[in-house]
Structure formats: structure tokens, C-alpha cells
């Protein structure tokens, strides 16, 4: 039983990387950036630990944070620093069309 809901939950969380990577796979695809779906995993797995250790040294590093953001798109999606933020920017709007989505199709409420 306890393997069953590991299996489960490990199921879950890989499922949940794939969608909150592919907002990212899109913006990079739109650019004319290398992207797959398995590297945009592994960049948003990376800016994660990224960002988390730059505010766990430097609780107020938010334009720290920001930059490394932009420099990883830069160097691992080989875009140019204009496109990487632009992908940033759709990345960000992908992401709240598609949580929107799937609110109207769940029937969640926006004004809780």
C-alpha cells in the first residue's frame, strides 16, 4: 500500500512538472530558442534551486534573482538577453491562460 501511494505521488509530481514546463517550451519554441520538453524540466527544476539559494543568501535579491533568471534562459535556450526576457514575459502569460483554463473546465472560482 505504501508503495502504491509513492507511486502515485511520484506520478503526480512528474505530472506537474510536465505542465508548468510547457508554458516555458512554447515561449522558447515562439522565439526560435532550442527547447524540449525534457529541458525545459530540467531549466525550471534549475532556476528553482537557482533562485531559492540566491534568496536564501540574499533575503532582498530579487534583481539578483531576476537576472540569473534571464542569464539561464540565455545560455541554455542559446537566445539572445531581449528574447530571453521576452520568453520570461509569454512564459508568464502562458502560465495564467493555462491556470485560467483549467479553472473554467474544473469550475474553480477566481474570486474566492
Known amino acids: 500500500m505504501i508503495i502504491s501511494a509513492a507511486f502515485t505521488a511520484l506520478l503526480i509530481i512528474i505530472a506537474a512538472f510536465i505542465i508548468a514546463s510547457l508554458p516555458l517550451h512554447i ?3 515562439l522565439l526560435g530558442g532550442k527547447s524540449s520538453i525534457i529541458k ?3 531549466v525550471n527544476v534549475i532556476s528553482g534551486i537557482v533562485v531559492g539559494a ?5 533575503p532582498f ?3 539578483i ?6 542569464w539561464l534562459y540565455h545560455e541554455i535556450f ?11 514575459i509569454i512564459q508568464i502569460t502562458l502560465s495564467f491562460l493555462l491556470i485560467l483554463l483549467l479553472g473554467i473546465i ?3 472560482s477566481l474570486f474566492l
Open 78 to 88: 542559446r537566445l539572445r538577453w531581449f528574447k530571453a526576457f521576452l520568453a520570461w
Open 40 to 42: 525545459a524540466i530540467l
Open 27 to 29: 515561449a522558447v519554441k
Open 61 to 63: 535579491a530579487s534583481i
Open 65 to 70: 534573482a531576476f537576472i540569473a533568471l534571464i
Open 54 to 58: 540566491i534568496y536564501a543568501f540574499l
Open 106 to 108: 474544473f469550475g474553480a
